[in-house]
């Protein structure tokens, strides 16, 4: 994956790239109509069913037919925030591509995504829609967002400086291929928002530049 074909301005949108239930299609239409104060906006996958949001969320919009050499202009130039609630990435490219545009990534701490997104990721579990909420609501606030951005960039750069990305990564998405399809509940490592521990405060819990990790 080279970086630079990724790199662009974000926009202003919550998004979910496939709307397949493993991916976390539930979850995003439960947190569109808890949280009317963001935009968010839904990639129809290329397979597997779709849990489309009910047409009557105003602040919801769904994509049909996206190629990857739309990803930049039609996604990322539109995307403010990256939602990754899969129950499995063997790696998380989706959520790569997104940093090198320098777009903060919340994510299921699953073992791929916790390798690929590292310190500059933030992790709630898929199930605890008030982590979510509460890690959205956060980085509505600039000064937050800047802070995650510029960390999505520098690991973005990070990872671009290792040659043998391209190949590993490439080798580890055909192995996890035939299983990225099998549900699974994770309880890995990573910087998770806890809603119960730090309350519903956007000042409190969500990691940030500088920020003490929970684990």
Known sequence: MLAEEYRTEPGGCATLVNLNPDKGGELFRQLAAWTPEWHFLGVRGAYGPQVMPPPR???CEVLDGVTGKEMR???????????????????????VEAFAAGIPVIAHPTPGLVESLGEAGSF?????LNAWTH?????????????????????SDELTKNSDLDVWCAAVESLGEARSRTSFRVRGLGSLVDADAV???????VRRAGGERRA
């Open 57 to 59: 969320l105003p602040n």
């Open 73 to 95: 202009t039609r996604v990322h130039g539109r995307s403010r925030v990256m939602l990754m609630p899969s129950l499995y990435e063997s790696w998380g490219r989706g959520a």
């Open 124 to 128: 709630a579990y898929r199930d605890d």
């Open 135 to 155: 890690a959205l609501m956060s980085l509505r606030d600039p000064a937050n967002w800047e802070r995650a951005s510029a960390r999505a960039r520098a690991r």
């Open 199 to 205: 309350g519903r405060g956007p000042e409190n819990g």
